[in-house]
């Protein structure tokens, strides 16, 4: 059984950083795709957004157009962890985030959440104008 366990956020000033970790276990996550999804304030879990995912050999990287240029997706395999890197912070990218596991090697140019099929517990992220 996968489990996958979220680390960091919190609440930040515009234009702040903050990074996010994703431990995942339970399978070999090294052939896996791993993903990065939000869910907006005043809207349902099932109405996650996706914001980046990552393929199988840590290059094959997605990105939504709103976060292009100022969030990375990365992982390392070794250490079965899955990152967020997000840089120039906006109000509008307050959410709760979630990593989430995908069965395919990779998902280039998809960020349909029904793609995914374990997901992190969230964590809040908070960018305050």
């Known amino acids: 059984q996968v489990q996958l366990v979220q680390n960091g956020g919190g609440s930040v000033q515009a234009g702040g950083s903050v990074r996010l970790s994703c431990v995942a276990s339970g399978l070999p996550t090294s052939k896996y795709c791993l993903g990065w999804y939000l869910q907006a304030p005043g809207k349902e879990r099932d109405e996650r957004e996706g914001v980046a995912n990552l393929g199988a050999d840590g290059r094959t990287a997605t990105y939504a157009d709103s976060v292009k240029g100022r969030f990375t997706i990365s992982r390392d395999n070794a250490k079965k962890t899955l990152y967020l890197q997000m840089n120039s912070l906006e109000p509008e990218d307050s959410a709760i985030y979630y990593c989430?596991?995908?069965?395919?090697?990779?998902?280039?140019?998809?960020?349909?959440?029904?793609?995914?099929?374990?997901w992190g517990q969230g964590t809040q992220v908070t960018v305050s104008a």
């Open positions: 989430a596991l995908s069965r395919r090697f990779y998902l280039r140019d998809r960020l349909e959440s029904t793609d995914f099929d374990s």
